[in-house]
């Protein structure tokens, strides 16, 4: 199982929110490639970056320190937050991104979706984030009548290969996360699912791995001290 450092971009800064809010954001460096460096120096294999500004606008605002920091490592970076044309996705992957996250366009444009992933095969992650249950698009702020089962099916229909699942309400909480959902969208789709959303021990790496996710996500623990990463790399190892 993977272990993947967030780096959370705003204004050019590594911040974290507490449960989506903007309005509840703490800033933790103001040099996101030094960051990104950081993690790698202690055994990331693969960081998870998301542009807020571009989630909440619609239009990708952080495409400079984006850039910066896949300058910065020479391991596997995936992108999201904005990214809603065919040409944009194609821009970002042009940069050196490996993976391509979707998430508000999986419900407004499934079109465009299922042409990403004839375009990019294995490239395309959907993020479905989701507030007790249902789905939530523009930066968490908006609700849908969708499920995230709903959704994941969908969008495993088009070709998307991979999911990320967050609980928006655990989500920058230290708390935990939603295992119970989690474990039914494992089973209900066979598609290989990233937890993110409340990681933040490493007896929740544990069940985790048990549950048989593909990887887990940590922000605002790894930034506090929490967890520790080199240990939580260790609990992600087979048994």
């Known amino acids: 199982m993977d272990v993947i450092p967030a780096i959370d971009l705003r204004a050019g800064r590594c911040v974290r929110l507490y449960q989506g809010d903007y309005a509840r954001e703490t800033v933790f460096s103001q040099d996101p490639a030094g960051t990104a460096r950081r993690w790698y120096q202690l055994g990331a ?5 998301v542009d807020l500004d571009g989630a909440a606008g619609g239009a990708m605002g952080n495409a400079e320190a984006i850039r910066a920091i896949l300058r910065a490592v020479p391991i596997p970076v995936q992108v999201g ?36 992933c004839r375009a990019h095969p294995g490239a395309i992650v959907v993020s479905i984030d989701a507030r007790d249950g249902q789905v939530a698009i523009q ?60 990681v933040s021990s490493v007896a929740h790496l544990s069940r985790l791995r048990q549950i048989g996710v593909e990887g887990a996500i940590v922000g605002q623990a790894l930034y506090t001290g929490a967890l520790d990463l080199k240990a939580a790399l260790v609990a992600a190892l087979p048994r």
């Open 45 to 49: 294999a693969r960081l998870h970056v």
């Open 139 to 198: 930066g968490w702020r908006e609700a849908t009548s969708l499920t995230a089962l709903q959704l994941m099916r969908q969008m495993a229909e088009l070709g998307v290969a991979r999911f990320i699942y967050t609980d928006i309400t655990r989500d920058g909480t230290i708390t935990e996360p939603n295992f119970q959902a989690l474990q039914e969208l494992c089973r209900a789709t066979g598609s290989p699912v990233i937890a993110a959303g409340g």
């Open 81 to 116: 937050g904005g990214i809603r044309t065919t040409a944009a996705i194609a821009e970002v992957l042009s940069w050196g991104t490996d993976r391509v996250i979707l998430g508000s366009s999986a419900v407004l444009d499934p079109q465009m979706v299922a042409e990403a």
